[in-house]
């Protein structure tokens, strides 16, 4: 898509950082509050898709040279994988654990092995929405 | 203390890093990194003969779902060490034989391990499972693997038409055993085998028992390759000579008997069971052999006489099995369990010296470059080693001394006369024709040993007619059938330490009773005096040379069955029928007009739900219970409304997909008043990220054009609409007022304590449900990756450029 789109790419290269952090952010609070990796990953998705809309796909590419597919399938094999380290521990498939760590400055805080499935689920959102439209929007 | 899960997974472990292998070291043949697998693993299994001999069991239980009952269990007695044994033993020399079979340059062999790994692994995960779920989970992966490597050689047509064959045969048993082990487990409230056999005597009366008898040996009988399913086996020979050495002698096809004999403590003593398992067997036996003469390609004269070994092997275990019938104290019953034992030996000694001769046959194909036995002739001097063990080989197979097919083979007519002296299940009528049936068929096995042997290694050498020069084998190649033939000889010499250490233990695990009781006790004896068994063997001999003497004066007899009327052209003639009346269904409804699809959907929807709906009675509108309607949400559902009749009439795509997009925000506001923050946040991205793929679509699609209908058709649609409105309106409306179950939200008001998470729909998604939600991470995985492929294939049908080009 070419087109003078000054004022959009302006508002973008600030709105998308706003977008990822706030993206960051609702993935990580997913444990407690609204979130988690699905809606996160898909806010984290929808910051690049706005990058895709106001400049053209081969600068983001550029910007991030990321292979999206391959993230997906990243992600697929995480969520797996944490399900199948499960099993290594002695414990059915998929269980999920929990330790709270005591850090110098942050105090205590839980550190809960279903973070690495949710990220294993936000990496294949992302990495599945980005392929659609990356696809769609290369094949014009 | 999983050393038996281990074991089971190494090769599935070891596959995953072969393509590696296979692409980073091009100079060494990838076979040298596969060989140390079953090796290791077959010096860790014999590890475990002296335990196991001992009479103890090793169980090692790893949890799965163990909601469901269903746990990685691996179980290892005798009947599964044996079979063990020959998986990773005869693996290891078929590993090796391949090397120098499959040249490293001309062969994707990459793709060969590790369909033979996944295979192996296959394999030793149906004899060591415990559960019956994971035993059907490996059972068909073995089924899978072997498709594969059936298929190896693709770009043939024969091997896609074999691989398909076998696929479909053994996955249609397959899934009859599934039904008759979830049967099974209803029956008994469990999915442990070990559990079954221990308390199969309370449930021999329940109705199921014999549905689901039979279901579990429809599975055993198309893997194992018995009448009437045995037509696979021939076209499996398509596969590499290994492959063929491997699955379909050694193992695979061993898998139906290792079930029959792993089910016969449950159903043994059981009428339908004995005799189905027996007559199957009998009748096998006797058509294999019959059929192995008329064949002109050695590969497939050995398949049809691994059917007809596969066939004495059955009716061994269907003999065997009567001896349940009679209380353990009775002294028939160890008389007529004999035939288990018989069974395991020829097991065991169809295993070295089936795999002893395909091997030769593949030297003969490898350095000669046929299977004809047409063009073969006179090869014994040109290769005398193959020669060497293709005599060991059929003259054990046909029951000769002093190689150990002759043993086990005279225990075998040493069974069969005894069901003459059987007295129930009705079989002093037409136990008789056992023995005769069973020498006639040793006859002709006799018979086609002698044409192995003499039409290829005999008469005149014709190297006009050859593709290549003969010549004798290189040393690798001939290292593992050596090693087999030797184990040949060796058995028949040293018979009981084979019976000592590894066959009683495993029939101790088939007829457990009889161990416990302890009255067990045999020995294996080369002479044994001159009885009826030998008088019979003499006649094999006797009758079966002059049989091949005069075998183009009775050979029209094949000539009677022709082929129009065989299984085979039933098989070929159904498949096609099926192929072309569902070929003429499906594109009579799938018209490629997206209009008719939704059609068809909504009204299957309209009818079925309402159907149904109606026939519970579950139109029950109370609205005495709901919550009043406030002021915001009544403004905010007349705006939706609005918004959704307004769509139909938008003059443009932009127009209809930005409504469509407001409908969609007002709805997260829903959300946002009832108090679901989740699904809001979810629904608003979702919204956004999807009017925004649309926009990106229709962008670049040309102009919107209304399309013109018909009166009658408009009419159609209008109604169509409403009635799926109304539909879903009342069904909205009468959930509210009808409570079929309990609530759920009960089971997660305890999520904190159980999953540490304090917002309840995470912790549903990432540990209540978490399979769930694993599984829906692949199939969008897979839907990406749909739509990426799809859009490539396209632009590549265009004239573009694929990327990377």
């Known amino acids: ?140 | 203390m999983y050393t038996l899960n281990l074991a089971i997974l190494i090769p599935f472990i070891v596959a995953l890093f072969i393509p590696y292998l296979y692409r980073r070291l091009p100079g060494v043949h990838t076979g040298w990194f596969v060989l140390v697998v079953p090796a290791a693993l077959f010096v860790l299994l014999a590890s475990y003969i002296p335990t196991v001999a001992g009479g103890e069991t090793v169980l090692s239980e790893l949890p799965w779902i163990p909601s469901l009952g269903i746990n990685f269990t691996a179980y290892l007695d005798g009947l599964s060490l044996i079979l063990a044994l020959l998986i990773t033993g005869v693996g290891s020399l078929v590993v090796l034989y391949s090397i120098y079979y499959l040249s490293k340059e001309r062969e994707s062999l990459g793709h060969f391990y590790v369909y033979l790994l996944m295979f192996m692994g296959a394999m030793l995960g149906v004899v060591f499972s415990d559960n019956l779920m994971v035993l059907y989970l490996f059972w068909e992966l073995t089924s899978i693997s072997s498709f594969l490597l059936i298929a190896y050689w693709y770009h043939r047509r024969q091997s896609r038409y074999g691989a398909q064959k076998s696929m479909l045969i053994t996955v249609t048993g397959g899934i009859g055993m599934l039904a008759g082990f979830i049967m099974l487990s209803r029956m008994t409230g469990t999915f442990s085998i070990r559990e079954i056999v221990a308390n199969i005597g309370q449930y021999t009366d329940h109705t199921l028992f014999v549905p689901a008898m039979l279901l579990i040996l429809l599975g055993a009988f198309t893997k194992s390759a018995q009448f009437p399913f045995h037509i696979w086996l021939p076209d499996a020979m398509e596969a590499p000579t290994p492959v063929s050495a491997y699955l379909h002698s050694a193992t695979m096809v061993k898998a139906g008997i290792y079930l029959v004999a792993r089910f016969t403590p449950v159903f043994g003593g059981d009428a339908v069971w004995f005799w189905v398992v027996s007559i199957v067997g009998i009748v096998t036996l006797f058509w294999g052999s019959f059929t192995a003469i008329r064949q002109t390609d050695l590969k497939a004269l050995l398949a049809y006489s691994t059917i007809s070994q596969l066939g004495l092997i059955m009716s061994l275990l269907g003999i065997g099995s009567a001896a349940l019938y009679f209380d353990v104290a009775d002294e028939n019953s160890v008389y007529f369990s004999l035939a288990v034992f018989a069974a395991l030996f020829h097991l065991v000694n169809h295993s070295t010296f089936k795999g002893a001769l395909f091997m030769v046959v593949g030297i003969v194909d490898h350095e000669t470059g046929t299977r004809d036995i047409r063009k073969l002739g006179g090869l014994m001097t040109i290769m005398p080693i193959t020669f060497t063990l293709a005599v060991i080989g059929s003259f054990s197979m046909a029951g000769l001394p002093p190689f150990n097919g002759f043993l086990s083979k005279e225990m075998f007519f040493t069974s069969l006369l005894r069901v003459t002296e059987l007295s129930f299940f009705s079989i002093e009528t037409w136990g008789l024709l056992f023995p005769i049936i069973a020498w006639i068929a040793s006859v002709l096995t006799f018979v086609y040993c002698l044409i192995l042997v003499f039409k290829t290694f005999f008469g005149k050498y014709q190297p006009e007619k050859l593709e290549k020069e003969a010549h004798e084998a290189p040393m690798g190649m001939l290292i593992s059938p050596v090693i087999l033939a030797s184990l040949v000889v060796a058995f028949f010499f040293f018979p009981n330490i084979l019976g000592e250490y590894i066959l009683e233990p495993a029939y101790g695990a088939v007829m457990p009773t009889f161990v416990e009781a302890n009255v067990f006790e045999h020995s294996i004896y080369a002479w044994h005096g001159f009885n009826t068994e030998l008088m019979m063997t003499l006649g094999v001999v006797g009758f079966g040379i002059v049989l091949y003497r005069l075998l183009p004066s009775w050979k029209w007899i094949y000539a009677i069955f022709p082929a129009k009327l065989s299984l085979d052209s039933l098989y070929n003639h159904s498949l096609l029928t099926l192929e072309r009346k569902s070929t003429s269904i499906t594109n009579r409804y799938m018209t490629g007009n997206m209009y008719h699809y939704m059609v068809y959907i909504l009204i299957t929807i309209i009818a079925v739900v309402t159907a149904v709906f109606a026939y519970t009675g579950a139109f029950a509108i109370d609205t005495s219970n709901d919550a009043p309607i406030s002021i915001y949400e009544g403004f905010i559902a007349v705006v939706m409304a609005v918004t959704a009749l307004s769509i139909p009439f938008a003059k443009s795509r932009l127009t209809g997909i930005l409504l469509n997009g407001v409908l969609g925000y007002l709805l997260a506001l829903f959300f946002v008043f009832f108090r679901a923050p989740d699904l809001a946040l979810t629904q608003l991205v979702i919204e956004t990220v999807s009017a925004s793929l649309f926009l990106l679509c229709f962008y670049f699609l040309p102009e919107w054009e209304k399309e013109k209908r018909r009166p009658k058709v408009k009419m159609l649609n209008v109604f169509i609409a409403l009635a799926v409105g109304t539909l879903v309106t009342t069904i909205a409306l009468s959930v509210q007022s009808n409570r079929l179950f309990d609530s759920i939200s009960a089971f997660y008001e305890n999520a904190y304590e159980l999953a540490g998470a304090q917002n309840i729909v995470n912790a549903i998604l990432g540990d209540f449900r978490a399979f769930d939600t694993m599984l829906e991470v692949v199939v969008l995985l897979i839907a990406g990756l749909g739509v990426y492929v799809l859009i490539k294939l396209k632009s590549n049908k265009g004239g573009r450029d694929v990327e990377g080009e």
């Open chain 1, 1 to 140: 898509m070419k087109a003078n789109d000054v004022i959009l790419q302006t508002v973008s290269k600030v709105a998308v950082f706003i977008i990822l952090t706030y993206g960051v952010h609702l993935f990580l609070a997913g444990h407690y509050e609204p979130g988690g990796g699905f809606v996160g990953g898909l806010v984290l998705a929808s910051a690049f898709v706005l990058l895709l809309l106001s400049f053209d796909s081969d600068t983001v590419k550029r910007g991030m040279p990321i292979d999206f597919k391959m993230l997906a399938a990243t992600g697929a094999f995480l969520s797996v994988g944490t399900g199948l380290a499960a099993t290594a521990f002695g414990v059915p498939f998929l269980s999920q654990t929990e330790v709270h760590a005591t850090l110098p400055i942050l105090g205590e805080i839980p550190l809960a092995s279903v973070v690495l499935f949710e990220a294993g689920v936000a990496f294949a959102v992302i990495g599945t929405v980005v392929t659609i439209i990356l696809s769609i929007s290369e094949d014009v």
